[in-house]
């Protein structure tokens, strides 16, 4: 997503206008999901997709009428007809695509769009959240206002407003709220805006979310296999280590950061957000105390902290007893990961991201296959009593 918005940059520096079409809704089986986008040059070049096909070609010409008027228009593309027996594909559903100009025309009292597209590049750089949100369709005395954006970050501040005639009280507060909503959820949505007779919009709710990090405290031997096993699935690695021949990038070459120096001073620096994962693999007892002193406060979305049934309760019970309170504690997963049985460097590092990812997206660890064998299998012992 960054890579798009820095070709939108790119080509408003040049004084040049381009297209951004945005799957806005989806109904039945289509090929991508909502939010997905497809950047279209004045030359046609595109850069990314919104599913290919006869679809994606009238969304393409329709993104280079919308670079000659400067005007969005929504774009329905139906998939339902393109099903054919002797057909391969699987999709049979309508998609909505708004396909929004971006240029530098200043609309009075805004900022421009360059403003946003860098605002934008600018959180995912410093790995923050933003939300785009856009009218995508209004009514009455508001049709004028398709277009319009306005950006929230984390921190609730906005950038941009919508200039609606008569816009309903608190309307930026509910617009804001829905960003915090969307950044928790990883998700866009339409917000539907009443307004007074034959007014109304649509605005859409766009979540730019920088990848999780995954902050590895020690550099021993787990977590070099726990970095390379959490840069496939598209985590930021941070690890740190007093040694800076175990926190080496001949041992971590794809860790974002190799931060050597004291555990606990180091984590109690680092910046960590609602989307960083902290593992705390060190070699020693006292590490692990002062890491996790370091951090059980702080809005980590997972802390783990490796080590036996023994070592963990020897951390708790010292941090506990200097005040740390226990259900603060009981949000450390310790020992670390999901029972999956390894014992190798490579399998215990399996076992924590597994547990990372099950939590992360509200997984229950339970085989898949589970609930379902009876069923099958009650099933098959029908189809013998039938023969």
């Not at 290919?52 to 593309?77: F, H």
Request: with cysteine; glycine share 10%.
């Amino acid at each position: 997503m960054k890579e798009l918005f820095l070709e939108i940059i790119h080509e408003l520096e040049s004084g040049e206008t381009v297209a951004m079409a945005t799957i806005v809704k989806r109904k039945g089986s289509v090929p991508r999901e909502v939010g997905a986008k497809m950047l279209v040059h004045r030359g046609g070049v595109i850069s990314g997709t919104v599913g290919g096909g006869c679809g994606e070609a009238e969304v393409w010409r329709s993104a280079l009428n919308v670079i000659d008027t400067k005007r969005p228009t929504i774009v329905q593309v139906d998939l339902t007809e393109e099903i054919a027996m002797e057909s391969q594909g699987v999709c049979g559903g309508i998609f909505d695509v708004f396909v929004q100009p971006w240029h530098n025309n200043l609309l009075p009292g805004q900022p421009t769009m360059q403003d946003f597209a860098s605002a934008i590049n600018d959180a995912l750089e410093g790995e923050q959240a933003v939300v785009l949100a856009t009218i995508i369709a209004a009514g009455g005395a508001w049709r004028a206002c398709i277009g319009q954006q306005m950006l929230v970050y984390e921190n609730s501040e906005t950038l941009g407003t919508f200039m609606l005639p008569d816009a309903p009280a608190g309307l930026t507060q509910r617009l804001i709220d829905a960003a915090h909503n969307a950044i928790s959820t990883g998700k866009p949505h339409t917000e539907n805006i009443p307004g007074s007779t034959n007014a109304g919009a649509e605005i859409f709710i766009e979540p730019f979310v920088p990848n999780p990090v995954l902050l590895i405290a020690g550099a021993g031997h787990i977590a070099a296999p726990l970095a390379s096993l959490a840069h496939l699935m598209n985590f930021l690695v941070s690890v740190t280590d007093d040694r800076a021949s175990f926190a080496s990038r001949e041992r971590f070459p794809t860790a974002k950061q190799l931060l050597v120096g004291d555990i606990e001073s180091t984590l109690r620096n680092y910046p960590i957000t609602p989307r960083t994962h902290i593992v705390l693999v060190t070699r020693a007892h006292a590490h692990d105390v002062q890491g996790l002193r370091a951090i059980i406060d702080s809005p980590a979305a997972y802390i783990g902290m490796i080590g036996s049934q023994r070592r963990v309760w020897a951390v708790f019970k010292l941090l506990h007893e200097e005040g740390v309170p226990a259900e603060k504690l009981a949000r450390v997963r310790a020992p670390i990961g999901l029972d999956l049985g390894g014992s190798t460097p490579e399998e215990i590092a399996l076992c924590i991201m597994a547990e990372i990812i099950m939590l992360r997206h509200g997984g229950t660890g339970v085989a898949m296959s589970e609930p379902l064998r009876g069923r099958y299998m009650e099933r098959l012992r029908r189809l013998d009593e039938d023969l």
